[in-house]
């Protein structure tokens, strides 16, 4: 149980295109999902916060109209970038909390995105 | 605010060696939950342990074991008899009380793993 998968798993695109990356629980109610950033040789890094059917909350430094995110149901939080740059090249996670039984402590995370723009 | 610090970049060891992955955590809360993650070369995270932190035993599951102590604010990683296979990336985690209810969690920069057959 507790799987979480994230649609693509790789995209390539060119530079002002937008990209939308899927984040779905496959078996649980995911009442809080978060979207986190991984550069080369570095760490995740918290991008936002979402609660269904609610607006995300984002980290500081992040830029809530180029990283669009919707989570319009307790399965499914997408993460849409807009207007990509060369720069925002990086390996997207997400994660997703539990909102039933299981410990509301433990995180599920999806296998992440690469994303690569040319 | 809540920290997470691994202080070694990389370590290498020769296959059956021991080695242990430190990790060093601030938090001004007397409730908090420490994790530890590894990440292979394909990306995806692999939970290995959550521990709260009015819980100070220590931890073994096979090869690994977890060291815990609130007086140094240290939760280390041991991997004894290492294989090629444990060669990754793993970072240790923090989630707090100042994460609110959302349970946001704080990670170290990670410690990658070279185990050399």
């Known amino acids: 149980g507790a799987v979480v998968s994230q649609h693509p798993s790789w995209v390539i695109c060119k530079s002002g295109t937008s990209v939308k990356i899927e984040c779905r629980s496959l078996?649980?109610?995911?009442?809080?999902m978060f979207w986190y950033r991984q550069f080369p040789k570095q760490s995740l890094m918290l991008m936002a916060t979402?609660?269904?059917?609610?607006?995300?909350?984002?980290e500081q430094g992040v830029e809530k109209d180029k990283f669009l995110i919707n989570h319009a149901s307790l399965t499914l939080s997408t993460l849409t970038v807009t207007s990509a740059h060369p720069e925002d090249s990086s390996f997207y996670i997400c994660?997703?909390?539990?909102?039933?039984?299981?410990?509301?402590?433990?995180?599920?995370f999806g296998p992440g995105t690469r994303l690569t723009v040319l | 605010a809540q920290k997470v610090t691994q202080a070694q970049t990389e370590i290498s060891v020769v296959e059956k060696e021991d080695v242990t992955l430190d990790c060093v955590y601030e938090?001004?809360?007397?409730?908090?939950?420490l994790f530890w993650y590894k990440q292979p070369p394909s990306g995806e995270l692999v939970f290995l342990i959550r521990r709260n932190s009015f819980d100070e035993q220590n931890e073994i599951s096979g090869r690994y074991s977890w060291n815990f102590q609130k007086s140094t604010s240290s939760f280390n990683f041991t991997i004894t008899a290492s294989q090629v296979v444990d060669s990754a990336v793993y970072f240790c985690?923090?989630?707090?009380?100042?994460?609110?209810?959302?349970?946001?969690?704080?990670f170290g920069s990670g410690t990658q793993l070279t185990v050399l057959p």
């Open positions: 078996d649980f109610q995911a009442t809080t």
């Open positions: 979402s609660n269904e059917g609610s607006k995300a909350t984002y």
């Open positions: 994660s997703a909390r539990d909102g039933g039984w299981v410990d509301p402590n433990e995180q599920f």
């Open positions: 985690a923090l989630s707090d009380a100042t994460s609110g209810s959302a349970r946001q969690l704080t």
């Open positions: 938090t001004r809360d007397t409730t908090y939950y």
